[in-house]
């Protein structure tokens, strides 16, 4: 779905077809979930009831979105910041999203051909796996991603490649 | 790694930042053809970026999903104006408003029957002040009333030598050489001169000796003589006077007047197209002679006719 039919979707949704608001959850459900699970690292049952949520809160502010702005960098905020008060709620601190390497033992188990990418990805730094996330996953470009995390961008594309040259170094043979 | 590259890595490392791998400049492109090591560590790159984008694609599509539920209230998540407009004009709305307008007119009409009924429990006279009226036992000696307006106690026997003024509600009425007690919407009037004006719809009536005159809204005057003889004089409006022990009663509108005797004596007689008004002779021992309207020159208007604008002026 490109920006102009998702425009259209959610002007259909705020003229009273609620219903067309399935279709932006089809499309972006998996995403959010996956961001929740692997990058901000949420136990899977917590991550549908914040999917839900963060297609609730979406549904309900959506008078309120800018249709020249595309509407999944905006979905990812309203998740990300789901998923910063449920860390805060559960005691644990934002600040451990960065700082904290272990492993989700909710993560989603990866095909063969891709355990090698998953095991790459984990042995980044919290802060890269969430911008390789956001990069290839919710195929975000550095501004957007600097917006969602509040960081620069310069901050962002010096992660991504740090990220990269760390992946490539790990995955030196299998490349 | 970039040992052998001319600028140590320097546009490798510019192109490893960006989005997307495959847009290089042809300055950049020169440098990969030149630069073998560049180009290998590019290649890898390229080769993890496609896999990635791989890996990301198929991870989503492999992610079981659960069904998104719609909440009711997001049904319609943006009503147009006539749906608004009808849910204003909704049951359980007009309901309320029609609650709110029965409670409202409730407090309206028991707060106006209080105020009718306040001579009961208590008085409003002029200047705000208010007196408690207590319902004494009547007393063998009238209490003396001063000139000027008073606070009568209901069921008081008064003697008002000069003329008074008591305020009744929003009405005013004036006695002068007489005694009186004053009762709830009602006065009873022993002798002398009374002159009411009755604001239209407030229950009022006076009693003598010998008849009961009901205000129907008027200005009327009354006066009793000391063998109890009666005289009614309507000025505005109409009251309705009925004769003590007898049922018959008459209403006299402007400009008619009554003159009730004792049996022994003539009876009232009406006089509608010449006004009469009666002798205020104070305790005049005679009866009021009413018919013939001789006795009426000895009649003295009131100094200053009654004004209710006047007196709550006062």
């Given amino acids: ?175 | 790694m970039n040992q052998a590259c001319d600028n140590n890595g320097k546009v490798l490392n510019e192109v490893l930042q960006r989005d997307d791998l495959e847009s290089i400049s042809r300055e950049e492109a020169a440098h990969f053809e030149v630069c073998a090591t560049c180009r290998a560590e590019l290649d890898k790159a390229r080769r993890l970026d496609t896999r990635m984008r791989d890996f990301a694609s198929k991870s989503l599509e492999s992610m079981p999903v659960r069904a998104f539920v719609m909440p009711k209230s997001a049904a319609k998540s943006e009503y147009s104006f006539t749906e608004k407009l009808a849910g204003w004009f909704s049951f359980r709305n007009f309901a309320m408003a029609a609650t709110i307008f029965i409670v409202c007119a409730g407090a309206w009409f028991l707060l106006l029957k209080k105020t009718d009924s306040r001579l009961s429990d208590k008085s409003t006279m002029p200047g705000n002040k208010t007196t408690v009226v207590s319902f004494e036992p009547d007393r063998d000696e009238p209490v003396r009333m001063a000139s000027g307006f008073n606070y009568p106690v209901v069921g008081q026997k008064y003697v008002s030598p000069d003329r008074s003024l008591i305020k009744y509600g929003t009405s005013v009425i004036e006695v002068e050489d007489a005694e009186f007690t004053f009762l709830d919407k009602k006065v009873d009037l022993l002798r002398g001169r009374l002159v009411a004006e009755i604001t239209p719809g407030q229950a009022f009536a006076v009693i003598t000796p010998l008849a009961r005159i009901e205000v129907l809204g008027t200005r009327f005057s009354v006066v009793v003589a000391a063998n109890g003889s009666t005289g009614v004089s309507v000025k505005r409006g109409s009251v309705k006077v009925i004769e003590t022990g007898n049922s018959s009663e008459r209403i006299l509108t402007a400009g008619m007047s009554a003159d009730i005797r004792p049996r022994s004596e003539k009876t009232a007689a009406d006089q509608p197209e010449k006004k009469i008004e009666p002798t205020v002779r104070p305790m005049a021992s005679e009866s009021i002679e009413t018919d013939s309207g001789a006795d009426n020159e000895d009649y003295q208007e009131p100094s200053d006719p009654l004004s209710l604008n006047d007196l709550i002026g006062d």
């Fill in chain 1, 1 to 175: 779905m490109n920006q102009k039919s998702e425009v259209s979707v959610i002007k259909e949704v705020l003229g009273g077809n609620a219903d067309c608001f399935s279709q932006l959850v089809n499309q972006y459900y998996r995403l959010c979930l996956h961001y929740l699970i692997n990058a901000m690292r949420i136990d899977r049952e917590t991550a549908y009831d914040l999917t839900q949520e963060a297609f609730m809160r979406a549904l309900k502010s959506l008078a309120g979105f800018n249709l020249e702005r595309p509407f999944k960098p905006w979905l990812m905020m309203i998740c990300r910041n789901l998923a910063i008060d449920k860390l805060k709620e559960q005691n644990r601190q934002t600040l451990n999203l960065f700082t904290d390497s272990g492993k989700s033992s909710d993560a989603i188990e990866s095909l063969p051909e891709h355990v090698d990418l998953k095991n790459a990805i984990d042995k980044l730094s919290p802060r890269q796996q969430e911008i390789v996330e956001l990069h290839y996953f919710a195929d975000l470009t550095c501004a957007e991603i600097g917006e969602l995390i509040n960081l620069p961008v310069g901050t962002v594309k010096s992660e991504l490649h740090f990220a990269r040259r760390n992946m490539l170094r790990i995955l030196e043979k299998s490349i």
